[in-house]
């Protein structure tokens, strides 16, 4: 069945520091959804991507889907405590990565 | 307004023994979805619910774990026999019909099966 692979697993960082995390399918995906699930809660809904090649900004994130729309990448600029956590993508069909967990050292 | 609802928040039961867990979604929201989660890794899907119907129960291990959703609202999904391998968190989301890719979840419940 469909599945995406999430790289990096892990990534440390220096509070200030930008993280990336990148969300890649073999198959072409209609859609695609970034969640964020601090330590011992819950995954929460962050955004959705439809379009090939659309990029939307929260404040200091950044979300883009590649053109082919077989890729997704997650830029936070000058990481902060608050974004301390586990990202998530959705491919659709209920199909979640296994996350990138970004620690953030102040 | 509320959130999903998920009862109990944690759970302790020897093997072998039967456990259930219960789900209340966001008000009108018709899609209704069950998650297994494991540390370090990702929501899997177990079941996903149109209204009352199951519409994907591809993997919800079916000889031992049931799920239903009678009126279309709560949902409950229950194990049994318990084995150590079902240790996890059991997670709820919803959606709305219009908006079926963003998904609102529960806060789990920690399963323990000793």
């Known amino acids: 069945g469909q599945q995406v692979m999430q790289i990096p697993q892990y990534q440390h960082v220096q509070e200030g520091e930008d993280f990336t995390t990148y969300c890649n399918s073999s198959?072409?995906?209609?859609?695609i959804q970034w969640y964020k699930q601090r330590p011992g809660g819950h995954p929460v809904f962050l955004i959705q991507?439809?379009?090939?090649?659309e990029v939307k900004k929260q404040k200091r994130l950044t979300f883009q889907f590649g053109e082919a729309k077989k890729n997704s990448s997650l830029h936070i600029t000058a990481t902060q405590t608050t974004d301390v956590g586990t990202y998530f993508c959705?491919?659709?069909?209920?199909?979640f990565g296994d996350g990138t967990t970004l620690t953030v050292k102040p | 307004e509320a959130g999903v609802v998920q009862s109990p928040r944690y759970k302790i039961i020897e093997k072998k023994q039967p456990v259930a867990f219960w789900c209340n979604p966001i008000s009108g929201h018709n899609t209704l979805y069950w998650y297994l989660q494991n540390l370090g890794q990702g929501p899997e899907l177990l079941i996903r619910y149109e209204n009352e119907e199951a519409v994907d129960d591809s993997q919800l291990p079916k000889d031992r774990f049931s799920a239903e959703r009678l009126k279309g609202v709560d949902s409950t999904l229950k194990i049994q026999p318990a084995e150590l391998g079902d240790s996890a968190v059991y997670l709820c989301?919803?959606?709305?019909?219009?908006?079926?890719?963003?998904?609102?979840f529960g806060a789990g419940t920690r399963l323990s099966v000793l």
């Open positions: 959705n491919a659709g069909k209920s199909t």
């Open positions: 991507l439809v379009k090939s090649g």
């Open positions: 198959t072409t995906l209609s859609n």
């Open positions: 989301a919803s959606s709305a019909s219009g908006e079926k890719n963003i998904q609102y």
